[in-house]
């Protein structure tokens, strides 16, 4: 394999736009965590099953965990934006197509990052309602929603990508 070009991808408006999101939603997730250790109970829902219903319960300490794995993947995935040659593409990249394919590929890991921030800040609402007894599960369409945020765009950015290289 030959060494592909390395290329600093500016960005673009959206790309800000999610950037911006995606840092706002996880500062929210930190504060949401301090906010819920000094209001809620001592134990709390701390795991869920397939449909949503809370099936372990543990000490509200593990609030801190969500906002510390979702900063620690961010932090990652940002760092890791910065790299884009290094990443797995579906096509070969060569120097015609290196620009829109990597940036293409780092759009779509600020998407990640933002949904990433989304769903642990809202696993954190919903955990917060049901230790508080105001719902009794999450729902449902909770696992559906995560996979068709996640999954989907997945699949999209590889037809995406073939497509980009023609």
Same mark, same amino acid.
């Given at each position: 394999?030959?060494? $592909? *070009?390395?290329? +600093? =991808? @500016? !960005? $673009?408006?959206?790309? +800000?736009?999610?950037?911006?999101?995606? %840092?706002?939603? !996880?500062?929210?997730?930190?504060?949401?965590?301090?906010?819920?250790?000094? @209001?809620?109970?001592?134990?709390? *829902?701390?795991?869920?099953?397939?449909?949503?219903?809370?099936?372990? &319960?543990?000490?509200? /300490?593990? !609030?801190?965990?969500? *906002?510390?794995?979702?900063?620690?993947?961010?932090?990652?995935?940002?760092? !890791? #934006?910065? &790299?884009?040659? =290094?990443?797995? &593409?579906?096509?070969?990249?060569? #120097?015609? #197509?290196?620009?829109?394919?990597? $940036?293409?590929?780092?759009?779509?890991?600020? &998407?990640? +990052?933002?949904?990433?921030?989304?769903?642990?800040?809202?696993?954190? =609402?919903?955990?917060?309602?049901?230790?508080?007894? +105001?719902? @009794?599960?999450?729902? %449902?369409?909770?696992?559906?929603? =995560?996979?068709?945020? @996640?999954?989907?765009?997945?699949?999209?950015?590889?037809? $995406?990508?073939?497509?980009?290289? /023609?």
């Amino acid at each position: 394999m030959e060494p $592909r *070009p390395k290329i +600093k =991808i @500016t !960005l $673009r408006p959206i790309d +800000k736009v999610m950037e911006v999101a995606g %840092w706002l939603l !996880l500062a929210a997730t930190c504060i949401l965590a301090v906010y819920q250790y000094y @209001t809620l109970p001592e134990i709390i *829902p701390v795991h869920y099953n397939a449909s949503g219903v809370p099936d372990s &319960y543990g000490s509200k /300490k593990f !609030l801190f965990f969500l *906002p510390l794995l979702a900063l620690v993947l961010f932090i990652g995935m940002t760092w !890791l #934006n910065k &790299y884009p040659h =290094i990443f797995n &593409y579906p096509v070969t990249i060569t #120097n015609e #197509n290196a620009e829109v394919q990597y $940036r293409f590929a780092t759009r779509m890991i600020r &998407y990640m +990052k933002m949904i990433l921030a989304f769903i642990f800040c809202f696993v954190l =609402i919903g955990g917060g309602l049901a230790a508080t007894g +105001k719902v @009794t599960k999450l729902g %449902w369409w909770f696992i559906p929603l =995560i996979v068709g945020l @996640t999954v989907i765009p997945a699949i999209y950015a590889v037809i $995406r990508s073939f497509r980009l290289n /023609k």
